[in-house]
């Protein structure tokens, strides 16, 4: 049963923003006990891993090619984490996935116990 909800999904022109939501779908599910992160799909690819933050948000981290364009946070009294895409590109286009661990320093994606279904993210010239 999924345990993410992600939001924030959409249709964007090349160079724009885009903030991406992920939420416990059951208030049962206690999301600050996770550490989280956003991995993407893109077709015909692999899924990569975007960024990381840890479960009081002092750690975080992000793949090579989003560095300086995307910021993940969380704010734990809305049980809520997110992702700020900025300048964003064609390249950037790919289902995003919201996934939570309970490894301290998950090296890969099968350390992570639950995800959600995805949110779709194109971008446009």
């Known amino acids: 049963q999924t345990q993410l909800v992600e939001s924030g999904g959409g249709l964007v022109q090349a160079g724009g923003s885009l903030r991406l939501s992920c939420a416990a779908s059951?208030?049962?599910?206690?999301?600050?006990?996770?550490?989280m992160a956003w991995f993407r799909q893109a077709p015909g690819k692999e899924r990569e891993l975007v960024a990381r933050?840890?479960?009081?948000?002092?750690?975080?981290d992000y793949g090579g090619s989003v560095k300086g364009r995307f910021t993940i946070s969380r704010d734990n009294a809305k049980r809520t984490v997110y992702l700020q895409m900025n300048s964003l590109q064609p390249e950037d286009t790919a289902v995003y996935y919201c996934?939570?661990?309970?490894?301290?320093?998950?090296?890969?994606?099968?350390?992570?116990?639950?995800w959600g279904q995805g949110t779709q993210v194109t971008v446009a010239l």
């Open positions: 933050i840890a479960k009081f948000g002092t750690l975080t």
């Open positions: 059951r208030l049962t599910f206690n999301i600050n006990a996770y550490n």
């Open positions: 996934a939570a661990t309970l490894f301290p320093r998950p090296s890969f994606d099968s350390e992570y116990n639950y």
